[in-house]
């Protein structure tokens, strides 16, 4: 990873982490870090982004329920169906597995009404 990938990292991962997930009213479901999230996708050079959807999609299947369901709210605001897929049949493996893949739902739920 170079340098500008550690810079790049280290944004990604504060997009996240700010602003707390259900620390408010305004982001009550973390429809804040979704929004965000697809922002600075969207803003990035076309290197860039192969390695924030790497980052994301490998968040789709994190234990952290939080990070799976923004991720795979992001995931699904850029049309990345197959790995948001994936991380459905990956949900389909865990304990919780229909908690998760409700959390799941709720994500894609946001994307489609905060992304335009």
């Known amino acids: 990873m170079s340098a500008d990938s550690g810079v790049l990292e280290k944004e990604i991962l504060a997009l996240y982490q700010e602003p707390v997930i259900g620390s408010g009213y305004a982001n009550t479901y973390g429809e804040q870090n979704l929004v965000a999230l697809v922002e600075k996708y969207r803003s990035l050079p076309s290197g860039d982004m192969g390695f924030m ?3 994301v999609t490998a968040f789709s299947t994190s234990t952290d329920l939080s990070a799976s369901y923004i991720s795979v709210g992001v995931l699904h605001a ?5 790995q948001v897929n994936a991380a459905y049949a990956w949900a389909e493996t865990q304990e919780s597995a ?10 894609k739920s946001l994307a489609d009404h905060f992304i335009s």
């Open 53 to 55: 959807a790497e980052m």
């Open 78 to 82: 850029l049309g990345m169906e197959e």
């Open 98 to 107: 229909q908690s998760i893949a409700h959390h799941f739902d709720i994500g």
